[in-house]
């Protein structure tokens, strides 16, 4: 399975993978939304013998965090290690920028949806954790679960560097003598 990425202009590959997946995409509006993302955000796409079969599309929230926007794998390719690819080539070039948190929103486990529960287990088996619920920032019918992952578990480098300097400047001004 290879992953691509990053690309723009993606929507003609993307918007079928998402009308493939009607349980998780079923509101029109959303849906036309998240395919005209992948036009303009960075996208990676998964393809199985040259066929595109999933995508991942981020977004840039500041120099160290960003956001998996929407992601998916048709139903027949699903777990064959199409999700994960995407994960660790999103997760590369994010790496790659300095990006220290990556985060997911999707369906909470107060609801009964069976769908997103296996969303949800995949991405804790790729190294998520809940972070925090929000009851209503959709609505009060799809409470949303914050999922976060730290891409460099000890800070980035550029965040090292940073504290390094700090602390040699804080040493500096209150060394006795
Ligand atoms: C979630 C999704 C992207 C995962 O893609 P995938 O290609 O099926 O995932 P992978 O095969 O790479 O799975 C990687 C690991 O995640 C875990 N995992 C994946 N699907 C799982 C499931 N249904 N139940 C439990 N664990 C699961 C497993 O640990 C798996 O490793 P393994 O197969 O070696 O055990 C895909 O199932 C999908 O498109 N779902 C519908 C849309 C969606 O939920 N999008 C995200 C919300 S925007």
């Known amino acids: 399975m290879i992953a691509r990425g990053p690309l723009t202009g993606q ?47 981020l977004r840039l929230h500041s120099a160290y965090a960003a956001e998996i ?34 985060q997911v929103k999707t369906l909470s486990p107060t609801h009964p949806d069976p769908n997103y529960a296996r969303t949800r287990e995949f991405y804790f088996a790729m190294g998520f954790r809940p972070l925090e619920e929000f009851p209503e920032l959709w609505d009060k019918a799809n409470p949303c679960l914050q999922m976060i992952k730290c891409l460099y578990p000890h800070g980035s480098g550029t965040e090292r560097s ?16």
């Open 69 to 102: 926007s929407v992601m998916g794998v048709i139903p027949s390719e699903q777990r064959r290690g199409a999700g994960r690819a995407l994960i660790v080539a999103a997760e590369t070039y994010l790496r790659g920028a300095g990006i220290c948190f990556l």
């Open 11 to 57: 929507r003609t590959v993307c918007e079928p993978i998402l009308r493939a997946l009607p349980e998780w995409f079923g509101i029109e509006e959303a849906t036309q939304a998240y395919a005209e993302q992948t036009d303009d955000l960075p996208t990676f796409v998964a393809a199985q013998d040259e066929r595109p079969v999933g995508f991942l599309t």
């Open 162 to 177: 940073q504290i390094r300097s700090l602390s040699r400047s804080t040493y500096s001004r209150h060394r006795p003598g």
